[in-house]
């Protein structure tokens, strides 16, 4: 799609200088602005109405040589294969391929932990294995967190969004609430996931992030900016993993 347009649509994707950006309103924008989307691997340029979008798509082009060198930085995809480390919850687990179903195999005095694959796919093998410890271990966590703050028990689901890495939808009737993780908390610290199920679940007292709610987390687990800055600095490398 060519920068030279008469007229540009919230959404539009655009090709400046081969590096993906994409245009988007947003009312409460001031001005036309540029931010990194690591997760998708785009820049987003901003505008506060669609009248400004075409001067958006001219900024994104002015600064060609910015988003090329912000793109760059982004990690790259990993390629899940036999012999590489990865880290669960901060335990390490070496990847190996051997016959059988795909299961993990604790630690020992010769060992790390380890997912252990048997299946001619390797990679969504242990994609899903990872998948089924992070929805164990994040129900656990919920229950806990939900627990300790008298609140019902919610639903718990993974998903694999982009721009979040949970999300707390309030009871319907006689339907508890649902809270919805991201996958990849399971390659984050300890720490740092269960931060992300304590805030979802100062959801279900607070659909908000007044002071309440943020008493709340801070009574689960003190302070959020480490985890927050955590999750900041290193969720490229997390939407990269098994892509």
Same mark, same amino acid.
């Given at each position: 799609?060519?920068? $030279?347009?008469? =007229? ?7 090709? #400046? ?26 820049? /987003?340029? !901003? ?6 979008? =075409? ?11 910015? /988003?090329? =060198? ?14 590489? /480390? ?9 990847? !190996? ?6 299961? $993990? ?9 380890? /997912? #252990? ?9 242990? #994609? ?10 994040? %129900?656990?966590? %919920?229950?806990?967190? =939900? ?93 990269? $993993?098994?892509?």
């Amino acid at each position: 799609m060519s920068l $030279f347009r008469s =007229a540009y649509h919230d959404g539009d994707r655009l090709e #400046v200088e081969g590096s993906p950006v994409r245009l988007k309103v947003h009312a409460r924008a001031r001005r036309v602005s540029l931010r990194v989307d690591r997760a998708r691997r785009e820049v /987003i340029a !901003t505008a506060p109405s669609a009248r400004r979008l =075409a001067e958006a798509a001219a900024f994104a082009r002015d600064r060609a040589d910015w /988003i090329a =060198a912000r793109l760059g930085e982004i990690p790259p995809a990993e390629d899940l294969a036999p012999g590489m /480390i990865v880290e669960l919850f901060g335990e390490p687990h070496l990847l !190996t391929r051997d016959e059988g179903r795909a299961r $993990f195999v604790a630690a020992d005095p010769y060992g790390p932990a380890r /997912i #252990v694959v048997g299946e001619a796919a390797f990679g969504p093998a242990v #994609v899903r294995l990872i998948k089924r410890h992070a929805l164990e271990r994040l %129900t656990a966590m %919920t229950r806990a967190h =939900a627990g300790a703050l008298g609140a019902p028990m919610p639903k718990v689901l993974l998903g694999d969004a982009k721009g979040r890495w949970g999300s707390c939808k309030p009871p319907v009737g006689r339907e508890p609430a649902v809270i919805r993780y991201s996958w990849r908390l399971a390659l984050a610290p300890l720490a740092v996931a269960d931060y992300v199920a304590a805030h979802e679940c100062g959801h279900l007292l607070e659909l908000n992030h007044g002071p309440k709610f943020w008493a709340h987390v801070h009574g689960l687990v003190g302070s959020e900016r480490p985890h927050r800055d955590w999750l900041r600095d290193h969720g490229a490398r997390l939407h990269a $993993f098994g892509r």
